[in-house]
C-alpha cells in the first residue's frame, strides 16, 4: 500500500520561515511528478507549486519567489521551502505524488497525502 507522510507544518510569525517535507512510501518502482496544494477555510484548493520528473518547476503567482519546491529521488521525498510568510499562507497544505508500480511506460497513479497545517500569524 502506497503512503505519502507529510511533515513540518506548524504556527510562525508573518516573514518567518518553514520546510514541508512528503515521502512516498510502499512498493513503487519510481514517482512521476510531485506537487503542493493548500486549502484554506472556505475556499477551494489550489495548486502552490510542481515538480516534474526531470525537475522542472512550477509556481502560483502568489507565492512564486518566497517558496521553492525541490524533490530527492532516492528518497521519493518533495520539499517546499517557505520563506516570507504571509498570514494569507495559513491553509492546510497536501501533497500529491504522481507514481509507477513498474517500469516502462506505463501511466502514473495519483495520491494523496493527509494535509499539515500552515498558521502564519501577523
Known amino acids: 500500500q502506497v503512503q505519502l507522510v507529510e511533515s513540518g507544518g506548524g504556527l510562525v510569525q508573518a516573514g518567518g520561515s518553514l520546510r514541508l517535507s512528503c515521502t512516498t512510501s510502499?512498493?513503487?518502482?519510481?514517482?512521476?511528478?510531485m506537487a503542493w496544494y493548500r486549502q484554506a477555510p472556505g475556499k477551494q484548493r489550489e495548486l502552490v507549486a510542481g515538480i516534474t520528473s526531470g525537475g522542472r518547476t512550477s509556481y502560483s503567482d502568489s507565492v512564486k519567489g518566497r517558496f521553492t519546491i525541490s524533490r530527492d529521488n532516492a528518497k521519493n521525498t518533495v520539499y517546499l521551502q517557505m520563506n516570507s510568510l504571509k498570514p494569507e499562507d495559513t491553509a492546510a497544505y497536501y501533497c500529491?505524488?504522481?507514481?509507477?508500480?513498474?517500469?516502462?511506460?506505463?501511466?502514473?497513479?495519483?495520491?494523496w497525502g493527509q494535509g499539515t497545517q500552515v498558521t502564519v500569524s501577523s
Open positions: 500529491k505524488t504522481d507514481y509507477r508500480y513498474y517500469s516502462g511506460p506505463h501511466p502514473c497513479t495519483t495520491s
Open positions: 510502499g512498493s513503487i518502482f519510481s514517482t512521476c511528478a
